[in-house]
């Protein structure tokens, strides 16, 4: 026994001390006038969790399935929030819309997210929405999980291990279903942790959560049975977001009644070292937590390592004819020090949209509200993204970086009118702690594109990229659709790969797919692996002629300038690589005209690039036969 409890000593403090720790920013004595003292919240005394069990190595057997489908939503939003999307849905399907042009606001930065390994993840099985999440270890390991299903795969794209939330923990005592999974890496400890739900209603809910045993899933879990209704009046547990800080692991959640009445949000505060040990696992929520969010997303360490003691957070949950707030909550400690919750509102603009129209169908898909989807922490900044309304009802992404020290905060909206942008999640894509550059991924559709999934890189000083296409959907979704309405993917996943040598992000998400004989969603997980010059077809501010197309010798581009300007003409892969600078050198104003034998090229789809020393004028697809 003597010997046991050694070992176990031993690994704690290997798995805690491995990496670099980091410490929290402090908020100024300037901004204590954001300091919102109408509410204390209040915290339980310290709970002690038993093991419940362990997940073993290998894949189980497939025992039992099981799917209870709701046509309807488990609980609807207010009714005001209701009414005001419905006006707005109206609104866009009764709008002549033309022709848009492409993400053009952003023509003055041309770097593109670039993809590496890119494959077809969990499939649709008769659940839905997918809600997407991943995490990948440094070790290369990936976890995705969407509503029903966990599986592994290694980087190259194979399928490692798949199977159903109920084989998975193959516990009798699991009588409901086990829905709404999410996962993240812990580089700190170098384990998964990963949160699912059991149950929607107070009797029978749990917030079973899961510590892998190394940092390859295969390895096994060992996983503890928290209460759903913790405060013991009715409530059952959903939305969880999860984060992790030094020392301790956090998972929040919106308490329902049973009547589906929400009740309020609450904050698991959980240490660590027990859950990854397989031991007693210690923790203490919070709750009557000031403003009453709904939705709260802690933010974890945007690189290698973690930071603590405590965890911020942040929730963004506007209310119809009442003034928006961004609420960053600082939990100051750890369970074993003095922890405080302290609450501070920033002020906001953003607005709601409708739901979103897709080609083939009258059914649209559910844009949900503006709550906070996604956040880190880094360098005394909080990063974190969610859908609001753009432009003319349709949703764009809003993407905030929250300065700590003075509770600042910059803010930066992307869409495109006439398509709507949601469901993002961000991960850091910068090369030092200092680095403020991210990548999103989110979901994109309109009336002449099928559900999709789609990637933007916004560098250190706040400039948008173009957009890339990381999966095409095939089919409009309207599986399972009440009122005109079907449930969308409702999140993407992303996880940063820590380890990399170069800045790597890997992503999920749901598109538009036939399977089942229904007209639903499977996921897709990419690697976005850098930036070059994107592919923008639609990007035109003048026109420009390329014959004659196909080339077989000599082709001809022609453009106009404003006036005289430096010039350059590029030939661009499919990737938007550059294969060859054609011309650096300046060109009067009016329409010129240059020409340029295919040369070395050999058959196959590339672009022209033209582009002045002011702006791109011109991406041109042509081929060469």
């Known amino acids: 026994m003597k010997t046991k409890i050694y070992l176990t000593l031993i690994f704690t403090l290997f798995v805690f001390c491995s990496y670099a720790q980091h410490s929290k920013a402090v908020v100024g004595s300037v901004v204590a006038d954001k300091l919102d003292k109408t509410i204390h919240p209040l915290k339980s005394g310290l709970q002690s969790q038993p093991l419940a069990g362990e997940v073993l190595q290998g894949q189980p057997a497939i025992l039992w399935h099981k799917q209870l489908i709701s046509l309807e939503k488990k609980h609807t939003l207010p009714p005001e929030v209701m009414a005001e999307k419905r006006r707005k849905t109206e609104e866009k399907l009764a709008r002549n819309h033309g022709i848009f042009n492409d993400e053009r606001q952003l023509k003055d930065v041309t770097d593109q997210p670039t993809i590496g390994a890119s494959f077809e993840g969990n499939w649709f099985d008769g659940t839905t929405p997918p809600d997407n999440s991943m995490a990948i270890s440094n070790g290369g390991y990936i976890v995705s999980v969407t509503n029903s299903h966990i599986e592994y795969y290694d980087v190259g794209g194979t399928l490692l291990f798949t199977s159903s939330f109920d084989d998975f923990f193959n516990d009798p005592s699991f009588t409901s279903l086990i829905y709404d999974p999410v996962v993240l890496y812990d580089s700190h400890a170098d384990r998964f942790f990963l949160v699912v739900l059991h149950g929607s209603n107070s009797s029978v809910s749990k917030v079973i959560t899961c510590f892998s045993k190394s940092n390859n899933p295969q390895d096994g879990w060992w996983f503890y049975k928290l209460t759903g209704d913790p405060l013991n009046e009715n409530n059952w547990f959903d939305y969880p977001k999860i984060g992790v800080s030094t020392n301790e692991v956090y998972v929040t959640g919106n308490l329902f009644s049973d009547n589906d009445q929400f009740s309020q949000v609450v904050l698991y505060q959980i240490t660590k070292a027990g859950g990854y040990a397989g031991g007693n696992l210690d923790w203490q929520y919070w709750y009557n937590i000031t403003e009453s969010p709904f939705t709260l997303v802690p933010a974890s360490y945007g690189l290698q390592g973690a930071y603590g003691p405590g965890i911020y957070l942040v929730s963004t949950h506007g209310t119809i004819g009442t003034s928006d707030k961004i609420r960053l909550y600082d939990l100051t400690d750890d369970i074993s020090g003095n922890p405080q919750l302290k609450a501070y509102n920033i002020d906001a603009d953003f607005n709601l949209a409708g739901d979103a129209p897709q080609p083939d169908t009258e059914i649209v898909l559910d844009n949900g509200d503006n709550r906070a989807l996604c956040a880190f922490y880094l360098e005394g900044i909080l990063q974190f993204v969610f859908h609001s309304e753009y432009e003319n009802n ?50 994109r559709v309109a009336e002449d594109v099928y559900p999709q999934v789609r990637v933007v890189y916004v560098n250190d000083v706040g400039a948008w990229s173009g957009s890339t296409l990381v999966k095409e959907g095939t089919t409009y979704v309207d599986v399972y659709a009440s009122d005109g309405v079907a449930r969308w993917g409702d999140y993407t996943g992303i996880s940063r790969k820590y380890n990399a040598t170069s800045p790597r992000v890997w992503l999920s998400g749901g598109f538009g797919s036939f399977r089942l004989n229904k007209h639903a969603f499977d996921t897709w997980i990419a690697e976005i692996n850098g930036v070059s010059i994107g592919i923008n077809e639609q990007a035109e501010v003048h026109p420009v002629r390329v014959y004659p197309n196909p080339v ?3 082709m001809n581009v022609e453009f106009t300038l404003e006036g005289r300007s430096a010039i350059e003409i590029a030939v661009l892969d499919q990737q938007g690589k550059r294969v060859k600078m054609l011309l650096q050198d300046s060109a009067p104003g009016g329409k010129n005209s240059f020409s340029f034998n295919k040369g070395a090229l050999s058959s196959g789809i590339y672009f022209i690039k033209v582009s002045s020393s002011t702006n791109i004028i011109r991406y041109e697809k042509f081929i060469v036969q």
Do not use: E, H, Q
């Open 552 to 554: 077989y010798d000599i």
């Open 394 to 443: 349709y949703n764009g992404l809003n993407y905030n970086r929250i300065t700590i020290s003075n509770l600042t905060n910059w803010n930066s909206k992307f869409g495109l009118d006439g398509y709507d942008y949601s469901y993002p999640s961000v991960a850091s894509f910068g090369t030092s702690k200092t680095d403020k550059s991210v990548m999103i991924c989110f979901l």
